[in-house]
């Protein structure tokens, strides 16, 4: 099972980034996949999840400006990044979730992880 996350970089604020999540070793249509971020010194933060159906959910803090994807052709998941913020600026990590993907559920369960992809928001 491989994660490969990409697409971080330095953006002004106002900025967008694209991250892709690019997926192998599995059969990537029976898990739902997360984005989550950690910035140094803060708890990991759980963002944007898409499940098998498409069914997306997110964190209020990115809520209205981060737009989560899936290309099953491509065994890729993707998220839009707009309106960035220097409070955005983290290391950004995808991974295959088990159960539900829905953060006002609770905890979200996760499988795998890929590696990060640093986002740095900054004039």
């Known amino acids: 099972v491989q994660l490969q996350a990409s697409g971080g970089g330095l953006v002004q604020p106002g900025g967008s980034l694209r991250l892709s999540c690019a997926a192998s070793?599995?059969?990537?249509?029976?898990?739902?996949i997360a984005w989550f971020r950690q910035a140094p010194g803060k708890e990991r933060e759980g963002i944007s999840c898409i499940s098998t159906g498409g069914t997306t959910d997110y964190a209020a803090s990115v809520s209205g400006r981060f737009t989560i994807s899936r290309d099953r052709a491509k065994n890729t998941v993707y998220l839009q990044m707009n309106a960035l913020r220097p409070e955005d600026t983290s290391s950004y990590y995808c991974?295959?979730?088990?159960?539900?993907?829905?953060?006002?559920?609770?905890?979200?369960?996760?499988?795998?992880w890929g590696q990060g992809t640093q986002v740095t928001v900054s004039s």
């Open positions: 991974a295959t979730v088990a159960g539900h993907c829905v953060f006002s559920l609770g905890p979200i369960t996760t499988v795998n």
């Open positions: 070793g599995f059969t990537f249509d029976d898990y739902a």
